[in-house]
Each structure stands twice: as structure tokens, then as C-alpha cells.
């Protein structure tokens, strides 16, 4: 069975800041990484995922086979980056369903 | 484009009620999805429809929740009768099929109370 793990329920950072989110992650197989976003007020939403490999409002995640990670960065936060991160992980055969961590609310102090 | 529908936006009952949510998916999104969102959790596949069709269910408590996407567009998500422990966001979220599947869309979800 697949597993996410989110080791950080709440992340603090000053604005200009690096910012990382960690993601563990436990399958068997080759999966396919996501991270939501859900800013205040909002739907959940797709931030980016693994397979694209592009930078979405300045964040980045590689995937990290050896460690199981998809760690979730971007070099200088923002005051709008503040919002409830959810690491998913998909499966790559079967039913193919998402399975999400319990999510990091990231605050960013102006 | 219109996005996922859902409604209610809120609902209180009482334990051993029932209560019914509705959910319009994107047009022409084939894949429709239920999910659970306990406070301070990340959501939980409920069940899973392609099209008209019931692909993955096996989280669904079967005993008291239902679900069902009679015409493969809108659908129905109900608890008969409820508990304490079904307070949580429901969410719908729909998706394009084939690799488009990837990206779920979401609704606003129904904040459902069991008091």
C-alpha cells in the first residue's frame, strides 16, 4: 500500500526566505508525485507535478527515488505562498487513485 | 470554464440522520471522485466513477455510505444513517480521461457536522 508522509503540520518562514516542504513517500513501484495548494477561501488545487518538471509561481520538487522524497522548494517566499501544502502520490497501475499527506500549513511572516 | 459543483456548502445533523450531497462535475469529465477530509487530514478517496461506472470504492464504508452517477455526469453522495465520526469536508473533484486524468479538479466541498 502507498503512503505519504508530511513530517511538518505547521512551517513558519519570513518573507524572503528560502521555503521547504518535505514529502516521504513509501511504494513499491514508480510513482507519480503531486502537491496541491489550498489558499484561504479556496478550492484545493494542482501546484505541479513531477513529470512536468517546471517551476510553478516559483516552486520547484524533484523526485528523489533513493530517498522517497518530493520535497518542495522555492528559494525566496512570498506573502501569497501562504496556504495548506498536501504531497499525493498516484500509483502507477491499477486503480490509479490518489493518496495525499496530511498537509503542512506554511505562513509566511511579512 | 465552470468548475466542479457542490452543494451544500454546510450541513448539521444529528447522529443517526441522513444527509445527501450533490456534485456537477466539469463538462466532459469522465472521472468523478468523492472524497473525505477529516479535520487535520489530508482527503480520502471515498469512491471513484468512470463515467457511469464505479472504478475503486473499496474505502467507501458500504454500511451506511452511498453513491451513485446514474446519467455519468452529476452525482449523489449519501449516509444513512449518520455518526459522530462522519464530520469532515466532502469533496468532489473531476478529471479528463487518459494521461489528463492526472489532474483532479476540485470543488469548494460540503462541511458536514454530525452533532
Known amino acids: 500500500a502507498q503512503r505519504v508522509t508530511q513530517p511538518e503540520k505547521l512551517l513558519s518562514v519570513f518573507k524572503g526566505a528560502p521555503v521547504e516542504l518535505k514529502c516521504n513517500y513509501s511504494y513499491s513501484g514508480s510513482p507519480e508525485l503531486f502537491w496541491y495548494v489550498q489558499y484561504s477561501r479556496q478550492r484545493l488545487q494542482l501546484l505541479l507535478r513531477?513529470?512536468s518538471r517546471e517551476s510553478i509561481k516559483g516552486f520547484t520538487a524533484d523526485l528523489n527515488k533513493g530517498e522517497t522524497s518530493f520535497h518542495l522548494k522555492k528559494p525566496f517566499a512570498q506573502e501569497e505562498d501562504s496556504a495548506m501544502y498536501y504531497c499525493?502520490?498516484?500509483?502507477?497501475?491499477?486503480?490509479?487513485?490518489?493518496?495525499f499527506g496530511t498537509g503542512t500549513r506554511l505562513t509566511i511572516i511579512p | 470554464e465552470a468548475g466542479v459543483a457542490q452543494s451544500p456548502r454546510y450541513k448539521i445533523i444529528e447522529k443517526r440522520q441522513s444527509v445527501a450531497f450533490w456534485c456537477n462535475p466539469i463538462s466532459g469529465h469522465a472521472t468523478l471522485y468523492w472524497y473525505q477530509q477529516i479535520l487535520g487530514q489530508g482527503p480520502k478517496l471515498l469512491i471513484q466513477?468512470?463515467?457511469?461506472?464505479?472504478?475503486?470504492d473499496s474505502q467507501l464504508p458500504k454500511d451506511r455510505f452511498s453513491a451513485e452517477r446514474l446519467k455519468g455526469v452529476d452525482s449523489t453522495l449519501k449516509i444513512q444513517p449518520a455518526k459522530l465520526e462522519d464530520s469532515a469536508v466532502y469533496l468532489c473533484a473531476s478529471s479528463l480521461e487518459g494521461a489528463a486524468k492526472n489532474i483532479q479538479y476540485f470543488g469548494a466541498g460540503t462541511r458536514l457536522s454530525v452533532l
Open positions: 499525493a502520490l498516484r500509483a502507477n497501475f491499477g486503480n490509479e487513485k490518489l493518496t
Open positions: 466513477f468512470q463515467n457511469n461506472g464505479v472504478v475503486d
Open positions: 513531477h513529470i
